[in-house]
Nanobody, 124 residues
């Protein structure tokens, strides 16, 4: 079992920044990749940024050069630094962990554990 707890969401004006944190506990040694996904109202959940255990990173095209994923293994925490935020970034952001090798980073249905989500709202 893996437990994921997100924090750091909030309301920010367009052009601003936020940093999300995801603390993992439990069988964290089984995790092969971990990252961030989001779901806006009326839309499907989409992958935003994911890091594998080997530190291979993938980003959605919509957030490249604006968002940065990072991991602090000493704190069992993954971060998402979000800069130059846009109103279209408004969504509930979820942290997720995959325990399998070979999964596609952007296939949200392949992730095994999810956090409860944190709301990010970007005002124009």
């Amino acid at each position: 079992q893996v437990r994921l707890v997100e924090s750091g969401g909030g309301l920010v004006q367009a052009g601003g920044s936020l940093r999300l944190s995801c603390f993992a506990s439990g069988s964290i040694g089984s995790i092969t990749s971990m990252g961030w996904h989001r779901q806006a109202p009326g839309k499907q959940r989409e992958s935003v940024a994911v890091m594998t255990i080997g530190r291979t990173i993938s980003y959605a095209d919509s957030v490249k050069d604006r968002f940065t994923i990072a991991r602090d293994s000493t704190k069992n925490t993954v971060y998402l630094q979000m800069n130059s935020l846009k109103p279209e970034d408004t969504a509930v952001y979820y942290c997720a962990a995959d325990l399998r090798y070979g999964s596609s980073w952007c296939h949200t249905h392949e992730y095994d554990y999810w956090g409860q989500g944190t709301q990010v709202t970007v005002s124009s």
